[in-house]
């Protein structure tokens, strides 16, 4: 072990102390008080989603049951696909034990369910601040009216959030008595193995 100086070691004493006293108080205050936000965010706020929720509130079941915070697979009626985390994490990891009503961040404070992403980005940060400033997420109505945002779960399943793929719509069809010329047909191929293109017929000097 490399020896430290004196003064060295009661700094790094004085260092822990603080980060220590920092993650308690963060600990017991609410995620308002936790996190305010990123500085020269635009304003918005989020589209409220708890009257979706199926099972909400979990009280009404979860307040005649002893809270059991034992790792263990679900049964019904949460019998879930859990594809989160690479096997880190579980549900007591973003819900509260005690009081079920509340989901938790990675610091252990409530959050109210309308404010999930507050939980997202416990881990996700930097796609969390994409979020908060507009790069990443839907939003409401137009681009001149007050943002009004859509949760992190309105598009992603908290519980396998990798988005699956989706069968794209059928292209529109021609109008009544139209037809798509050949020119505009495209071929059921990736674009390496298709022939080339059929060209545009030019215009004819009658046509002009």
């Not at 600990?27 to 989603?49: C, D, L, M, N, W």
């Not at 980005?121 to 009216?145: L, M, V």
């Amino acid at each position: 072990m490399i020896a430290c100086p004196r003064e060295a070691r009661v700094l790094l004493a004085l260092l822990i102390a603080v980060a220590s006293a920092s993650a308690q108080e963060a600990t017991e205050g609410s995620i308002t008080e936790g996190f305010s936000g990123y500085a020269a965010a635009p304003e918005f706020s989020v589209v409220p989603r708890k009257d979706e929720l199926v099972f909400y509130p979990c009280s009404q079941c979860h307040e005649f049951l002893e809270p059991d915070p034992t790792v263990r697979e679900l049964m019904a009626p949460h019998e879930i696909e859990f594809d989160h985390g690479a096997g880190r994490i579980w549900c007591l990891s973003c819900h509260m034990l005690e009081n079920r009503d509340q989901l938790k961040s990675a610091l252990g404070e409530a959050v109210d369910f309308d404010a999930a992403h507050q939980v997202c980005g416990s881990c996700h940060g930097n796609r969390h601040k994409d979020w908060y400033f507009g790069a990443h997420g839907k939003r409401q109505s137009s681009w001149n009216e007050p943002r009004v945002i859509y949760n992190c779960t309105h598009c992603h399943d908290a519980h396998s959030p990798a988005i699956k793929p989706r069968k794209p719509m059928p292209a529109p069809k021609a109008r009544a008595g139209l037809s798509l010329p050949e020119w505009h047909r495209h071929e059921k191929k990736p674009v390496w193995e298709r022939d080339e293109k059929p060209q545009k017929p030019e215009d004819s000097d009658e046509e002009k």
